[in-house]
């Protein structure tokens, strides 16, 4: 089964919004790094329920402009839009060459794998692939799928609070289930659960989640 990865926000000060927002829901974000090929960067608040939040920041905004990877594509179109706040969500999985089979199956249309990086505050290198279902960034929101190629072990930065449910209204429970192969329980309505966390499916396209 998938988990909830991180939630991704955007603004044009990275370290600004997540210290705000740090002070507002009482958790600390600390600096997460550079993403030198896509001229981003980002700060970062995990959760106990092995999940985090991401204040996705633009360092070179030409970089980020000409990027192929749909997530900075869709950071760069938020921001150019001044819409800050969350926009996009990942899903973990350990099984990402499973999915490009199943996506091929079915006649899913997708983006990637796109390999990533980032170089740490203590200089060591971290590194993950992500896999991106096609959507509209303009209209619409699907969450991207992500596994983590080196070790990604934070336990000693949690935050006590978790991220316990997101609501998400980018189209109806049973489509979203059959791309990310996720069953659907028959007595609980509009809802899907993952790992550590769970997806409500609402009328209202604004991304939003519960911290507890």
Same mark, same amino acid.
């Given at each position: 089964m998938l988990a909830l990865?991180?939630?991704v926000f955007a603004g044009t000060n990275a370290q600004e919004a997540s210290a705000n927002y740090g002070?507002?829901?009482s958790f600390k974000a600390v600096k997460g790094g550079e993403h030198e090929s896509w001229g981003t960067y980002n700060f970062l608040a995990y959760f106990s329920n092995d999940s985090y939040l991401e204040w996705l920041g633009i360092s070179n905004y030409e970089k980020a402009k000409h990027s192929d !990877?749909?997530?900075i594509k869709h950071l760069v179109y938020v921001i150019d839009q001044q819409q800050?706040?969350?926009f996009q969500f990942a899903l973990r999985t350990d099984q990402l060459d499973s999915y490009i089979e199943h996506f091929h199956k079915h006649n899913i249309p997708f983006h990637g794998p796109f390999h990533g990086k980032r170089r740490r505050s203590d200089s060591t290198v971290l590194s993950w692939r992500m896999l991106f279902p096609e959507y509209n960034y303009k209209e619409q929101v699907l969450p991207f799928l992500i596994e983590w190629e080196s070790s !990604?072990?934070?336990s000693s930065l949690f935050n006590p609070q978790a991220i316990t449910r997101i609501k998400y209204g980018g189209m109806d429970k049973d489509t979203f289930g059959h791309i990310y192969q996720l069953k659907p329980r028959k007595l609980i309505k509009n809802q899907l659960s993952l790992q550590n966390s769970k997806i409500t499916f609402t009328d209202n396209e604004?991304?939003?989640f519960e911290l507890e």
């Open positions: 990865d991180h939630i002070r507002r829901f !990877n749909p997530l800050p706040g969350p !990604n072990d934070v604004m991304l939003s």
